[in-house]
């Protein structure tokens, strides 16, 4: 084959323009992305509008400063709510729920309360794994820690009937143990409630396995409530 | 992607099996070289709306609407070399599943690129639209494909033809006409999905709850269902032939004709 | 298959006896088989060169001539922090001060933080998330109550309607003023609800959350009692 060098050079030079243009760019662009304060100030400490400033001494475009004592968002997954990302990730949650919100204007995410502003790359810096979705069998979770309460969650989690009648949410009553309740020592203080229909029979409780607390901290942690240099709030 | 792997498939078999050349070299130039340099773009579609910089998408959406020039020149190409034998298409094993794998890559090419059409990927984004058309894509094309080549290769390979004919029919009827209709009910019941997914009152609230959007969508999954069963038949019939093709006795087939389906 | 036995040769192929092979005596139909088997081999594919159709290279040109237009259009200038296609060059052009109609902000507010447990229809669920239609906690004369339960939650058993329902509610510190009394104006006076109480300003909200803002635990029934006294619907 007399083209074998123009075939692999064709075949280089085309992998190497997508590489360049999606991953090279990209990173170039936002591979420095670190927590910031909604404003970020110039080196004179002044408030600035966007996420770059001038340098007033190399007159090229560099990244603004976060603020001094204001909250730098996002901030890390630790402890139980990092363990429960794996059990998202094991529980296949990602198949029917997305993590990311789309703009007002574009879908519905914003009119149906998943989010009061777009999701933007900085959102997801420190994530371990990126759960961004791409089904929407069930809603929109980036902001879940803020719509429920800890109860709510159990309690979807153990049989979604409870919180959402004709959910098509398969219950997840594995990650929850029925047991009889001590006698010595009485009701568990980690024990779910459970409403009054759905009560366990008399002398047993419900008690969420280390998965469940795992998981139910990491949904509880995931929130977008904060504005970022780049993104305000929808109105 | 599975696409290179197909073409390899598609542009040896078909012209193999037919005996006759292939329509024109410049449009398979063409075709491989305009797909190399947008198919690795196209891939952003999927993050329309996402959190990604304008530019990424634009990019992904027009590369993926640039798709449109090697699929249409593969189509051309494809369909001038079997145009004319489409009897010798219909009766052959192999080319009745190549050649409706290759009609199918056309269509769900043309349909993966309206979707990257922002407008459009609004609906069907994070809808059974997109599930449907992977399957369409995966299955229809690919699959068919694949399956076309094993009913070319194993007589060859083994020196023995295909022991039953009607079993090649049930695989073929089963696969079509199941994927077919996954492919159709999961794109009607995906868009509706979508349309009241987005629905939005004066007052800028959803007409449906979300609860509602998903209830509607249980209906074309039924569907689905069944379109798994007819999947699953038809494969039972190829596995069964292809089992009986491997463990029988070499005398009791080598010397029969080619299994051809009747016209 | 005694000329198997007489043979020093090796038989042909397909077990038929070299007798019976070269002994002409092969009858027409085994014969096409293995012709129609050896005729379906066909040469090693080869290509014509036929030219690329004038209609093709023009379709080309005008996808070409679309994909500039496209990203003349949505590039967005190549900028990293730009997350809308339609926004044209910096923002920042304040529109003219809208007036707000409180009821539709209300039932915006409503449809993103309170469907989930209340339902649309503002129902609830019996014994678990209370109703707001026709309720007597939303009816009271002075809204500082449900002011209260919305901005730290509320926790344990408590009656509405005299039905008892045990849950917790999540705290909604994050709206703002305008956004939680819209909601909660939206919720007392819609008609269909069979609710008339009167409306919430900003500054109702913003002077509980003044006093009791820095709460982070629910409140409890009792402890709303405490302040307030039993409910008391208008």
């Known amino acids: ?235 | 992607m599975v696409d290179p792997h197909r073409f390899g498939a598609a542009y040896y078999l078909i012209p193999k099996v037919l005996g006759r050349p292939i329509h024109s070299y410049y449009l398979s130039v063409v075709g491989f070289w305009s797909l190399a340099l947008f198919y690795n773009w196209a891939g952003v579609h999927h993050l329309i709306g996402g959190p990604v910089p304008v530019w990424v998408i634009s990019a992904g959406t027009v590369a993926s609407v640039m798709m449109v020039i090697p699929v249409v020149v593969t189509a051309v190409n494809h369909h001038m070399t079997v145009v004319g034998m489409q009897r010798e298409v219909w009766r052959s094993p192999t080319l009745r599943f190549i050649v409706f794998g290759a009609i199918n890559y056309t269509a769900v090419s043309l349909l993966g690129s309206t979707m990257a059409l922002r407008s459009v990927n609004e609906v069907t984004h994070f809808t059974h639209f997109t599930v449907g058309h992977a399957h369409h894509g995966v299955y229809a094309f690919f699959t068919m494909i694949m399956f076309g080549s094993v009913y070319y290769m194993m007589p060859r390979l083994l020196k023995r033809e295909w022991p039953s004919a009607f079993l090649i029919h049930t695989h073929w009827w089963a696969c079509a006409l199941g994927i077919m209709l996954m492919v159709v009910a999961l794109h009607i019941g995906g868009w509706i999905q979508g349309l009241q997914m987005n629905a939005l009152d004066e007052d800028g609230v959803p007409v449906f709850t979300f609860i509602e959007t998903v209830r509607n969508t249980v209906p074309w999954l039924h569907a689905r269902s069944i379109s798994g069963l007819l999947l699953m038949i038809g494969h039972m019939a190829f596995f069964l032939n292809v089992f009986w093709m491997i463990f029988s006795k070499p005398a009791a087939v080598s010397d029969s004709k080619p299994t051809l389906l009747g016209a | 298959m005694s000329e198997d036995s007489q043979s020093t040769q090796p038989n042909p192929p397909n077990g038929v006896s070299r007798d019976t092979f070269e002994g002409n005596r092969m009858e027409d139909v085994p014969l096409q088989q293995i012709h129609s088997q050896l005729l379906r081999e066909k040469e090693e594919p080869t290509e014509n060169f036929s030219p690329m159709p004038l209609t093709l290279m023009a379709m080309c040109a005008v996808l070409i001539f679309w994909a500039g237009l496209y990203l003349a259009w949505y590039s967005g200038d190549l900028d990293p922090f730009r997350f809308d296609e339609t926004q044209r060059g910096a923002s920042g052009i304040a529109d003219a001060p809208r007036e707000i109609d409180m009821l539709a902000l209300g039932r915006r507010v409503y449809n993103q933080n309170c469907v989930a447990c209340h339902q649309s229809d503002g129902r609830g669920q019996s014994g678990v998330f209370p109703p707001l239609v026709a309720a007597d906690w939303v009816q009271e004369e002075s809204p500082d109550r449900i002011i209260k339960v919305v901005l730290a939650g509320l926790a344990g058993p408590i009656l509405v309607n005299g039905n008892p329902y045990n849950n917790a509610m999540t705290a909604f510190n994050r709206l703002s003023d305008r956004d939680i009394a819209a909601v909660l104006t939206f919720i007392r006076t819609e008609p269909t609800w069979q609710n008339n109480a009167p409306a919430v300003t900003p500054e109702m909200v913003a002077a509980v959350r003044a006093e009791f803002g820095g709460r982070t635990e629910p409140w409890t029934g009792p402890e709303l009692e405490a302040i307030h006294g039993p409910v008391t619907s208008r």
């Not at chain 1, 420095?32 to 404003?39: D, K, N, Y």
């Not at chain 1, 961004?132 to 309690?155: A, C, F, I, K």
């Open chain 1, 1 to 235: 084959m007399k083209s074998l060098p123009i075939l692999f050079l064709g075949i280089f030079f085309t992998l190497a323009f997508s590489w360049t243009g999606i991953v090279l760019v990209s990173h170039i662009q936002l591979g420095f992305l670190e927590p910031a304060t909604p404003e970020l100030t110039n080196a004179e400490e002044e408030a600035i509008a966007g996420v770059l400033f001038r340098d007033p001494d190399t007159g090229r475009m560099v990244h603004g400063r976060n603020q001094d004592g204001v909250q730098a968002n996002p901030m890390p997954l630790v402890g139980s709510a990092q363990r429960g990302l794996r059990v998202y990730e094991q529980m296949g949650c990602l198949y029917c729920h997305s993590q990311q919100v789309r703009r007002q204007g574009f879908g519905s995410d914003f009119e149906r309360g998943w989010g009061n502003r777009q999701s933007v790359p900085r959102d997801y810096i420190l994530k371990e794994r990126v759960m961004l979705g791409t089904m929407r069998t069930g809603p929109d979770l980036s902001n879940v820690g803020l719509r429920y309460s800890e109860l709510w969650q159990h309690q979807h989690l153990y049989n979604p009937q409870i919180t959402s009648p004709g959910s098509t949410m398969p219950p997840y009553a594995f990650l929850y143990e029925v047991r009889p309740i001590n006698p010595v020592t009485g009701p568990s203080p980690i024990a779910i409630d459970l409403p009054a229909q759905w009560a366990l029979p008399e002398g047993y409780e419900l008690i969420p396995t280390r998965r469940a607390l795992d998981l139910v901290a990491y949904l509880m942690s995931l929130h977008q409530d904060y504005e970022l240099p780049e993104i305000k709030f929808t109105e």
